[in-house]
C-alpha cells in the first residue's frame, strides 16, 4: 500500500487534504483513459483480496465494535458497523457484479446529423474525482471504491471514525486490485485520520473535487450542504413509507409490511411509517400489527389504531418525522389514497415510498403523484438498493433531482460531453 500523507506536528489537515487531491487528480487522469480490461481486473483481484483477507477483516471490525459498544452505540448502528463471513462475501461478489457490469465510459448515448452535415455524438465521460463521506458502515468503502473505479474516476474516501479500522483493511484490498492491473493506487485514497476538520478541508476543494457524495445521518448531510464549495449528490434520510390500499392483498400485505420494517431495520430502505386506508384496517391491520409486535417491533399509532391492540404505544408528532433505523413503526389510518398521498408530502424525504394495492388506477396515480426517487407498488421497500436494481452495487440513493437520483450506481458517476465531427463547414 501506497504510503499517503500523514499529518506534521502542527496538525495541518489542510496541506494533508491538498497532496490528497494533487495525487487524485492526477490519478483521474489516467483512469479516465484505462481500457475497461484493467479496470475489471483491479476489481476482480480487490475481490480475490477481500476474501483471502476476511480473517484480517473481521480482526479489523471487532476492534471498531469493542469501541462502538464502549462508546454507547445503538442496536441499529452496530448492526450497521458489523462485519460478517456473509457481509464480506457480499461486498466481494459486488465487486465481481460491477466488474461484469458494462463500462459506460466511451459509451454514445445518442447522436445525430445536422443539415450542414455535422456529426454530433453525446458520449459518457467520467466525473473526475469524488469525494466520499460515509458513517459506520464499512462495506462502503468497497462498494464507493469499486464503482468510481469502473466509471472512470478517482475517490477520496472518508468514512466514519466508527468503522475506521474496518474501512482501512478493506481499502487495503482495493489498493492492491489496483496495484495488480497497473492503475495508479491514488486512484482510491482514504482520509487516514478521524479528525473532524478532515471533512470541512475535504468540502473546500474545489481545484481538485469534482462532486461530494455524503452518506449518513441528517447532521452530516446538513453540514455538508451548508459547507460544501462542491457540487453534492444528497443522501438524505430514508423516512420511507408504506401505504395499504382499499384493494389490497391481504396475503401480500401482511409479507410485505413484515419484510420491509424487520428484515433488517438499519438500513436506509427499512420502512418507517405504515399508512392504512380506513375502509380495511380493522379487517387488514391486526393482523399485521400482531406479525410485527411478535417479530419485536414496537409500534406507535394514532387513536385509530391503538383502538385496535391494547400493545400500540401513542404516536406524536415527532415520529411522522423520524426515521429510526431501529424495530419502532409509526402507524395511522387515512381515509384514502388522497390523505396517503399528502401525508408522504408533508412528513417524507422523497426516498422510497411504496403501495400495496390490485387496483391499477391507484398503483398509477400514486406512482405519478408520490415525488419520491423510488416509489414501489406490491414490493418490499428493502429492494431499494443499487445492487437489487442490477447495479451490482450503490453510493448512495440520491433524494436530490440534479444530475443523480435513486440508486447512485457506475453510469450515475459519468457525465458526458459532445463530439463534433465535421468536413470543413464554416458559420455563416
Known sequence: MTA?????????????????????????????????????????????????????????????????????????LLDRLELNDNRIEAMAAGLDAIAELPDPVGDIMTEWERPNGLQISRVRVPLGVIGIIYESRPNVTADAGALCLKAGNACILRGGSESYHSSRAIW????????????????????????????????TLSDYVDVIVPRGGRSLIERVQKESRIPVF????????????????????????????????????????????????????????????????????????RKLDTRVGEATEEDWRTEYLEPILS???????????????????????????????????????????????????????????????????????MHARGPVGVEQLTSFKYIVRGDGQTRP
Open 331 to 401: 402507524v395511522r389510518i387515512v381515509e384514502d389514497l388522497a390523505a396517503a398521498i399528502e401525508h408522504i408530502e408533508t412528513y417524507g424525504s422523497h426516498h422510497t415510498d411504496c403501495i400495496i394495492t390490485e387496483d391499477a388506477a391507484a398503483a398509477r396515480r400514486f406512482m405519478q403523484e408520490v415525488d419520491s426517487a423510488i416509489v414501489l407498488q406490491n414490493a418490499s421497500t428493502q429492494f431499494a438498493d443499487g445492487g437489487e436494481f442490477g447495479m451490482g452495487a450503490e453510493i448512495g440513493i440520491s433524494t436530490g433531482k
Open 234 to 305: 444528497s443522501h438524505l434520510d430514508g423516512l420511507v413509507h408504506i401505504y395499504i390500499d382499499a384493494k389490497a392483498d391481504p396475503a401480500k400485505a401482511r409479507q410485505i409490511v413484515l419484510n420491509s420494517k424487520m428484515r433488517r431495520v438499519s438500513i436506509c430502505g427499512a420502512l418507517e411509517t405504515l399508512l392504512v386506508s380506513r375502509s380495511v384496517a380493522e379487517t387488514l391491520l391486526p393482523e399485521i400489527l400482531n406479525d410485527l409486535i411478535e417479530a419485536g417491533c414496537e409500534i406507535r399509532g394514532d387513536e385509530a389504531v
Open 4 to 76: 499517503q500523507p500523514q499529518l506534521n506536528r502542527d496538525g495541518d489537515i489542510a496541506a494533508m487534504m491538498e497532496e490528497l487531491g494533487r495525487r487524485a487528480r492526477k490519478a483521474a487522469k489516467i483512469l479516465s483513459l484505462a481500457p475497461t480490461e484493467a479496470k475489471n481486473q483491479a476489481l476482480i483481484e480487490a475481490a480475490k483480496a477481500l476474501r483471502a483477507r476476511k480473517a484480517d477483516i473481521l480482526a479489523a471490525n471487532e476492534k471498531d465494535l469493542i469501541a462502538g459498544r464502549a462508546k454507547g452505540l445503538t442496536a441499529a
Open 172 to 203: 487495503s484490498c482495493l489498493q492492491d486490485g489496483l496495484s495488480a492491473a497497473a492503475l495508479p493506487v491514488d486512484a482510491i485514497q482514504m482520509i487516514e485520520t478521524t479528525d473532524r476538520a478532515a471533512v470541512g478541508a475535504l468540502l
